[in-house]
């Protein structure tokens, strides 16, 4: 019998700030308010499940 795995559901991305155009890498479902370590702006805010991308989104990491 073969064990089942599961892939991840969630990935991290990188994203754009839209005020300062600095790149930085975020986790897909953060629980947390996620700040541009740059400016300040934030870029991502967690909703319970999937957060909230405010920046744009360049690549998902696989």
Known sequence: MEAITREPVSRFIKVRCPKCKNEQI???KSAVKVDC?????TVSYPTGGKARIRARILEVLE
């Open 37 to 41: 370590l740059v400016c300040g702006r």
């Open 26 to 28: 975020t986790f897909g």
